[in-house]
Every structure is written in structure tokens, then in C-alpha cells.
């Protein structure tokens, strides 16, 4: 392609990112609206007429009636507001293409629900907080109450670029695992279940991992009857979307006993509020939605936008496509 693009990015990248990025795509033109991160959020007040490529996270609307967009890389893995059949549908009538940023987030949201299993497994949370010698009840209660992951059963909620890489971190430490996946495409590294196993799957594993998006099918999946065909003493993990979750419904699964333990690092709202029911209780671990996040995230993003960009250019398939 010989002409030159028009890039939007609305992500608040410091000035050694935008440089980044700025020398990345010449000379080619980059555009920064003048917005904060809350704004574009919340009102998306700038236009993307006269932009053929926008990074971060441009109004659904405003996209809509854009004559000259071409491509949106959003600067997340998460694309819950574009998640409609109407938008997909009109934005694949215009030729718009689609992709987020799931290989920039993938290997620290693995790595963050694997610290989570290994600190439930290893007890650390109680042994952090205990001071006894090797000869005591509670000492040989800690150490021998001590689990490995091997042959333990895990089963993953989502099959996307996070559980693919998570697979790949737990297959080492020998846990048997199984996954839920709405569309099978056959390539999966792991047996895949059906909707209609799912009671049976919940019933024999021992972490049940949440990576559901936010969308029409997933909100609230999570229910008091799923938290119930859970077997006694299993731990629950969400790394997706705190609306997948009756929240209330976890807590009081938590307070009866019937789940050993809760490690999340979403919740809805975020934070939340005190005198909320998860907030408090002994067996339930919140993290404030950090488990994307890592040492030169910037830079892992642009990078990975530069990578695209030079495909789009090139006319080769572009990675992390959504639609």
C-alpha cells in the first residue's frame, strides 16, 4: 500500500510510548485526540470521520457512521460494548476490520490465575499468617494439607487466547484438563465439553477457572444451582468478567463450606463496596483487576499494534482478529 494512513490513538501513552508508536508507523500520520482515558470512556466525544485506523477504544456509534475507518485494534483483550450482532453486523457490511489486544494480555492473565491455584494448593494465604514450630498440631495440619496440582481436575469456563496459555503453564504441574468452549473449532490442546456436561464437569473439579466474557449469553452464568453442582471443597477462580457471576450466590456458597475458596481479580462493581457479602469473608481473595497488567505494558501493546500494523500493510491476516 502506497498511500499514507491516518492512525487514531486515544490510549494515554507516556511520551516515550507515543514516540514509539509515532516512529513505528511513518510516515505514516499519527492523531491524538485531546481526551483522558475517563472521557473517552465515558462520552467518546471525538469523531473518527477522516481516520482510517484508530488504537484504543473509539464510540460504537461513532464508528457506525465512519465513511473512512478501515481497521480498530482495541487497546484491550475485553471488546464487551462491540459484542453485538447488530454492530458486527454493520461494521462487517462496511468492511471494517476488527481486532483486540488478547496477545498482550494473555501470558500475564495465565500467570495470575496460576499464582492464584498454586497460593490455594500451597496454603499460603493461612501459612502467611501463622507462627508455630515443627512439632505442632497445626505445623503437620499446614504441611500435610499441602497439595500438589498433579493429577488434581481443572476446568476452564472459555477457551480463548488466556486459557490456551494457561493450559500450556499448568500442563508441566500434571492437573487433568478439560474445557467449556461455546464454538469447538477441533485445535483445542485439551478434551472440550458441551453445555449439557457441564453439571457433571462442575461436580468432579477441583478449580473451576472463569474466563467468560461480558456478553447477552454469559451475564450471570455463574448462578446459586452452577456454584451447587460444584464439588464440595473446589475452588473458584474469575479472571473474566465480574457479571458472569450472582455474586451473592458465591458468598453464601463460601459461608456454608460447600466451596473451599474464591480467588478473583474481577468483580461488579470494582472495587467492591463494604458490607458487600464477598467483602470480608475468610475463603474469598480479591485482587483489583490487575492480572493483565505487567513491567512495560506500553510497550507490549504498541508492539503488538506495530506487528498488525505492518500486516495490514502487507495484506497478510491480522493477529488477535475478533471480526
Known amino acids: 500500500m502506497n498511500r499514507k494512513f491516518r492512525v487514531l490513538s486515544d490510549t494515554p501513552f507516556d511520551e516515550a510510548s507515543l514516540e514509539l508508536l509515532r516512529r513505528g508507523i511513518a510516515p505514516h500520520e499519527l492523531i491524538l485526540p485531546q481526551v483522558g482515558v475517563a472521557s473517552v470512556l465515558a462520552t467518546a466525544s471525538y469523531s473518527v470521520e477522516g481516520i482510517d485506523i484508530v488504537l484504543g477504544q473509539p464510540d460504537p456509534a ?9 481497521w480498530v485494534q482495541l487497546s484491550s483483550a475485553g471488546f464487551t460494548r462491540y459484542d453485538t450482532p447488530e454492530f458486527r453486523a454493520e461494521t ?3 468492511g471494517v476490520i476488527f481486532t483486540n489486544s488478547s496477545s498482550v494480555y494473555d501470558e500475564p492473565c495465565a500467570a495470575q490465575v496460576l499464582a492464584f491455584m498454586l497460593a490455594e494448593t500451597r496454603q499460603l494465604p493461612r501459612s502467611l499468617k501463622v507462627r508455630c514450630d515443627n512439632r505442632s498440631p497445626e505445623w503437620k495440619e499446614l504441611r500435610h494439607g499441602s497439595l500438589l ?3 488434581q481436575s481443572v476446568l476452564i469456563l472459555g477457551y480463548g487466547a488466556i486459557a490456551r496459555c494457561l493450559v500450556r503453564m499448568l500442563a508441566p504441574l500434571g492437573p487433568r484438563i478439560t474445557a467449556l468452549r461455546r464454538k ?6 485439551v478434551p472440550i465439553i458441551t453445555f449439557a456436561e457441564l453439571p457433571e464437569a ?5 478449580h473451576v477457572v472463569n474466563i467468560l466474557p461480558d456478553n447477552a449469553d454469559s451475564r450471570g452464568f455463574f448462578t446459586g444451582e452452577r456454584f451447587g453442582q460444584m464439588k464440595a471443597g473446589a475452588a473458584f477462580y474469575n479472571i473474566g468478567r465480574g457479571t458472569t457471576v450472582d ?3 458465591l458468598a453464601e456458597s463460601l459461608r456454608s463450606g460447600h466451596l473451599g475458596a474464591a480467588w478473583l481479580d474481577v468483580t461488579d462493581p470494582e472495587p467492591l463496596p463494604s458490607g458487600h457479602p464477598l467483602v470480608g469473608l475468610e475463603n474469598c481473595y480479591i485482587t483489583p483487576h490487575i492480572a493483565g497488567g505487567h513491567q ?3 510497550e507490549s501493546l504498541i508492539r503488538h499494534f506495530l506487528e498488525n500494523f505492518r500486516r495490514f500493510l502487507d495484506g497478510e491476516p491480522l493477529r488477535d482478529r475478533i471480526f
Open 296 to 298: 512495560n505494558e506500553s
Open 62 to 70: 461513532r464508528v457506525l457512521v465512519s465513511e473512512s475507518l478501515r
Open 149 to 151: 496440582l498433579r493429577n
Open 184 to 189: 469447538p473449532e477441533g485445535n483445542e490442546e
Open 247 to 249: 455474586q451473592d450466590a
Open 92 to 94: 462487517q457490511a462496511r
Open 202 to 206: 462442575l461436580a468432579s473439579a477441583d
